[in-house]
């Protein structure tokens, strides 16, 4: 085994996470190394999460567009798309991504083991490479960033070739006429728009009452219309009893008695956070149910010198937050155990469904419940001059604020651009004291035509509402 001592931190795990955490660590001078088990550096992020997804949905949401634009409809047949295609080129996205994240890690001088990492004793990782080699890092600071998988029930089984997770879904070789998806969440929600705007069949099911119920009412609803629109069937408040796959296909057996069968199943039902075999036992760590690991305020765990960062501790579990939670942990330990760490607060919502969702703040009901007096200012899109000439007129923006102060207190969006504008409204959102107002709006000129014009339409609504 090879020994490599005298490093300030070794991080494992280089998803947006341990990435984030390296270069500023290497910013602030730090001998650094990263261990990564696969064979690229990116983390699921790259190769099996938000960028797949985000590439396949942007392919797809290109077809719908075709689809709507009087001059191009007719010409493809969605159908005609074959899934291999659409993955064909979503590998071309990751290999991009790859070729650039690979860079900054030799531009910053920080040392890439490849293998799997285990930590073996305080300050200690061992690194086990694919074809026997060893290595033992020696370091003062240990960062998990090991993130996340899909969750397996052990009633389901994920080794049948009709059966997929969110990362086997990228292997799937064919294109399937009829999918059950099963889970809603966001990963459900989002896969059930790329296979509806690919003209696959699709049931999803949703073991809640509501569609992501953590979103504003109007626009929960809003997403069960167009899904249902684009030929979703969506199945609220059902739970698996069983699935049983055979060489034709799948079915899912619910709790209610209904019986569902379709060419294949991708299961979205949660994640699990990567902590087994990585020697937690070695330090006195243990995870939670959910292989979540609990940090402090500096990202510490209850090791001293060992800390976490990303989906491997729980909330938000986002690639947005994980970058974020990287460099400010980094930061921290540069800073030394006496100084405070920047935390992750107040991150906006993006939901890549067609049409997308972005939110930021509190929703109506948290307002209503927590007695806070507030009013709607609201933008739709049919009426704005941008979405008139792009074609892109379902959507709508709403501002929530307080009555008395203006403060601006939510933002609720969906439809064209919405995972962009959502940071027009953040940036007010976050100024200290009367700057946060929905004055802002109404008082600096934007361009025109453009999406953002929908704040100035939601303030001037809101503003005439309290005015009556
Ligand atoms: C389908 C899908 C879509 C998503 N879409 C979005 C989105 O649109 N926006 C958004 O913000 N978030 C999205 N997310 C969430 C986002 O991908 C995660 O929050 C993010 O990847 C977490 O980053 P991370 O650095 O914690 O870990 P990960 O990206 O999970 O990377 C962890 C890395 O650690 C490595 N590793 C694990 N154990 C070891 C070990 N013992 N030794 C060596 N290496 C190890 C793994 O190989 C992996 O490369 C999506 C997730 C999924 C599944
Ligand atoms: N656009 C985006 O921001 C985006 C897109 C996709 C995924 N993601 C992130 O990926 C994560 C996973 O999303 P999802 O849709 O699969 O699930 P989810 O987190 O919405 O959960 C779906 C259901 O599974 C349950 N569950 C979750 N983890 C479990 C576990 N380990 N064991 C048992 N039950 C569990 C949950 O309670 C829930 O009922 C989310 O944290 C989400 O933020 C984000």
Redesign the pocket.
């Known amino acids: 085994m090879d020994i490599s001592a005298g490093w300030d931190l070794v991080v494992i795990g280089s998803g947006p996470a341990g990435e984030a955490a390296a270069m500023q660590a290497a910013k602030e001078d730090l001998r650094v190394a990263i261990v990564e088990d696969q064979p690229a550096v990116g983390g699921n992020c790259t190769h099996w ?2 960028i797949p ?1 985000k590439a396949l949905r942007h392919q797809v949401r290109q077809l719908v567009r075709t689809q709507r634009n009087p001059l191009l409809r007719g010409i493809l047949n969605p159908r005609e798309i074959r899934w291999q295609d659409m993955i064909a080129r979503t590998r071309e996205v990751i290999d991009s991504q790859v070729h650039v994240r690979s860079g900054f890690y030799v531009r910053n001088r920080v040392k890439v083991f490849r293998g799997r990492g285990t930590i073996t004793a305080p300050g200690e990782v061992r690194v086990d490479d694919a074809n026997g080699r060893q290595w033992l890092l020696r370091s003062r600071n240990i960062l998990l960033a090991t993130g996340s998988r ?2 397996h029930p052990e009633d389901v089984d994920f080794d049948h070739p009709r059966v997929y997770d ?1 990362d086997t879904i990228l292997d799937m070789d064919h294109t399937p006429r009829h999918i059950i998806i099963y ?1 809603a ?4 929600s ?1 896969y059930a728009c790329i296979f509806t705007g690919l003209g696959v069949r699709v049931d999803l099911v949703n ?2 009452e509501h569609l992501l119920d953590f979103l504003d009412t109007e626009i929960s609803d809003a997403l069960s219309y167009h899904l249902r629109d684009q030929g979703c069937t969506i199945r609220q408040g059902e739970h698996y009893q069983r699935v049983v796959a055979d060489d034709e296909g799948v079915t899912l057996e619910l709790q209610s008695g209904k019986v569902l069968r379709a060419d294949a199943l991708l299961w ?5 956070g990567n902590t087994q075999g990585i020697g937690l036992e070695n330090i006195g760590l243990e995870a939670n ?3 979540q690991l609990a940090v402090d305020q500096r990202y510490q765990t209850e090791a001293e010198g060992v800390y976490a960062v990303g989906d491997v501790v729980g909330w ?3 690639a947005s937050a994980s970058y974020d939670q990287g460099r400010f942990c980094a930061e921290a330990i540069a800073a030394g155990p006496d100084q405070p760490a920047r935390r992750v607060t107040d991150v906006p ?4 469904t067609i049409p997308g969702i972005s939110c930021v703040g509190r929703t109506e009901h948290e307002l209503t419940e927590a007695r806070v007096p507030y009013e709607v200012g609201q933008a739709f899109f049919k009426n704005l001059a941008r979405a008139q000439i792009t074609g892109e007129q379902v959507g709508m923006l709403k501002i929530l604020f307080h009555r008395e102060t203006l403060e601006v207190l939510g933002i609720h969006c969906f439809g064209y651009q919405a995972m962009e504008i959502i940071h027009v409204g953040q940036a007010i959102m976050r100024q200290p004291g009367e700057l946060n107002t929905l004055r802002y709006f109404i008082d600096t000129t934007f361009n025109y035509p453009t999406m953002a014009e929908a704040y100035r339409v939601a303030a001037i609504n809101g503003l005439n509402r309290i005015r009556r």
């Open positions: 999460g938000t997804s899909p969750y969110s889970g969440g966001v990963i459900g989002e073991s809640r979205c039902n949660g994640r699990s149910s959910r292989g938000p579990s986002l919502t993006g939901i890549y």
